[in-house]
């Protein structure tokens, strides 16, 4: 009775036996080694110049050290950058819920359960497009008809936006059960009334998840248009705080105020995520 019972028991259990050295393990293993003696020989032969690595090694440890540990305001005042973080988050807010509007749209057209083939290939394609095309590189592309600034900045996020939330909204769409969406148009219900009473409701929670995580996207995006491509915001004062002032000290501060931000909207997000729920 018992070595039945074993064997029943030995035959749910996965063989965790090594596996034999094959071809696949081979060229796993040399492909891995090849790229470590690279690396390795890359750093060797690297022409570095007049730069002294381990200086600068140490010189960056002491910058890292000013920034977090003596953190203060010199050139800006706390109420110029918390001014320049509420226009930073209202940046990305705005091309967030911007984004999301027009994402929301075509990621209904671009689920395959609620459009048609061709049309779901088409969309998914051209946004496949947009997603591999970088965020700054939008922001230079609208610059040329707009200007470096804000509206560039808006643009440009906005864009890159929508080609990610309809990605991610039109996946959370197809996830959707058949049944119910069959059992609806067989009882004579329009798209629109699929859309509203089965797929918006039973699909919030995902949308409000993935729409956070691009405000998250956008909040960080932001910071670096400031910089890149003179958006504003708390990105610009780091900037000139770094390059101009050469203060790492104002740069910690700063560094400080947007991760105290960050941890807020954190913990908002999970909030009204638990919620929805």
């Given amino acids: 009775m018992s070595s039945k019972s074993d064997g029943e028991m030995s035959k749910g259990i996965p063989n965790l036996a090594k596996k034999p050295f094959d071809k696949a393990s081979f060229v796993l293993r040399f492909t891995l080694l090849s790229m470590l003696v690279l690396t390795i020989f890359s750093f060797i032969s690297f022409d570095y110049k007049d730069i002294r690595v381990f200086a600068a090694i140490g ?7 000013a920034m977090f540990s003596k953190a203060q305001f010199t050139n800006f005042t706390f109420q110029d ?6 226009v930073t988050i209202c940046l990305a807010l705005l091309t967030t819920v911007f984004g999301a509007v027009i994402a929301l749209f075509f990621g209904l057209l671009a689920a ?5 083939p061709l049309l779901s290939s088409l969309i998914k394609g051209g946004v496949a497009f947009i997603r591999a095309v970088p965020t700054v590189l939008w922001v230079l592309i609208f610059a040329v008809p707009a200007g470096l600034g804000s509206v560039a900045a808006v643009i440009g996020m906005t864009f890159h936006s929508i080609g990610y939330l309809i990605k991610a909204y039109s996946e959370s769409f197809e996830e959707l059960d058949k049944g119910m969406i069959e059992a609806l148009r067989s009882s004579g219900a329009g798209w629109w009334h699929i859309v509203f009473q089965a797929v918006i409701p039973s699909s919030k929670s995902y949308l409000m998840s993935w729409t956070f995580m691009r405000f998250e996207i956008n909040c960080g995006a932001a910071v670096a248009m400031g910089a890149a491509a003179g958006a504003g915001g708390v990105g610009f004062d780091m900037f000139m705080a770094s390059s101009f002032y050469l203060d790492m000290r104002e740069v910690g501060a700063i560094t400080w105020l947007i991760l105290l931000f960050a941890l807020v909207m954190e913990t908002s997000a999970t909030h009204l995520k638990n919620k929805l729920k």
């Fill in 81 to 86: 950058a918390l001014l320049a973080v509420l």
């Fill in 59 to 65: 010189e960056a440890i002491n910058n890292l050290v």
């Fill in 112 to 116: 395959r359960n609620l459009s048609s």
